[in-house]
């Protein structure tokens, strides 16, 4: 998308091209609602001989976000792996650095990491971010989840005073329901939710959840109203609370005591039995299903 201004600036009104397809690409909840828009969009512009566009067209399977709702991916990019390496080495060392000084500076990376995550700890027990509305849900976010994940959080409960909800049908404890999202002035999107009143399931069709882990504003507004004060401990991960134990880490440093260089020791003797034992089961499903 950051290509899209030195791609398409030779063309007419580019800057109405530019917000059009940004719309498309952004605004899109089902793969069928985004193909007949980007259809619509080259046909408008006269952008049908583009090759560009049409190559991103062929590859919509691998970064248009309505072809990826179905992955659990938490908003992470291709590339994050090697940016959070970089700028974790960056306040250490340069690309002009002798390798023992790598070495060196190693153990005041790791140092420096743990830190900073004491601190955070820290501050998600000792200093609680207001809730942004009177929801019961939120609060029940509030208490448990680390201080980074709760803002996001709280983006969706913000948003769901954009939203307007209204029951579409209902048949034993299951109904389905219409949320209409003010996005500007001009834009409604609509998104159907079903909620579940027996095992309290939620589902939009925007999939947020699935993909990234968090309710979306679509089904908080449904569970208001149904007048829903608490939701499904499924809906809560323990990946983000901030209670969950670090019970020790794997990261070698010279810094370590040797009581937890044996635990670590102890640790890799267990991933490499494992591994090997994976390797084993993988080759049929009823081993696979045995190890499981």
């Not at 959080?153 to 948003?159: C, D, H, M, P, T």
């Not at 389905?176 to 409604?188: C, D, H, R």
């Amino acid at each position: 998308m950051k290509n899209i201004p030195s791609k398409l600036n030779g063309y007419k009104g580019h800057n109405e091209i530019e917000q059009e397809q940004s719309h498309v690409v952004w605004n899109a909840y089902t793969k069928e609602a985004f193909d007949r828009n980007w259809i619509d969009f080259l046909r408008k512009y006269g952008l049908r001989g583009n090759k560009w566009l049409s190559e991103l067209y062929e590859d919509r399977y691998i970064w248009i976000l309505v072809y990826l709702d179905h992955h659990f991916w938490v908003e992470m990019r291709s590339t994050q792996r090697s940016e959070s390496m970089h700028s974790f080495f960056n306040k250490f060392i340069t690309q002009n650095s002798y390798l023992r000084q790598f070495v060196k500076q190693y153990d005041n990376c790791l140092t420096s990491r743990e830190q900073v995550e004491r601190e955070l700890d820290a501050a998600d027990f000792h200093i609680v971010i207001s809730c942004a509305t009177k929801s019961a849900i939120e609060a029940q976010f509030q208490h448990v989840y680390t201080h980074e994940k709760f803002r996001e959080v709280q983006a969706q409960f913000r948003g769901k005073v954009n939203c307007t909800t209204r029951s579409m049908h209902s048949t034993l404890g299951f109904t389905a329901y219409e949320v209409i999202e003010q996005v500007s002035n001009s834009t409604l999107n609509k998104f159907v939710v079903t909620y579940d009143a027996v095992s309290r399931d939620v589902k939009c069709h925007c999939l947020l959840f699935e993909s990234r882990g968090i309710l979306c504003r679509h089904s908080l507004s449904v569970l208001s109203f149904e007048q829903v004060d608490n939701v499904a401990p499924k809906y809560i991960l323990e990946r983000w609370s901030k209670n969950i134990k670090r019970r020790h880490t794997h990261i070698k440093s010279s810094q370590y005591e040797p009581l937890l260089e044996l635990r670590s020791k102890r640790f890799d003797k267990l991933v490499f039995w494992s591994q090997n034992i994976c390797e084993f089961a993988f080759e049929s499903e009823e081993l696979t299903g045995i190890l499981h």
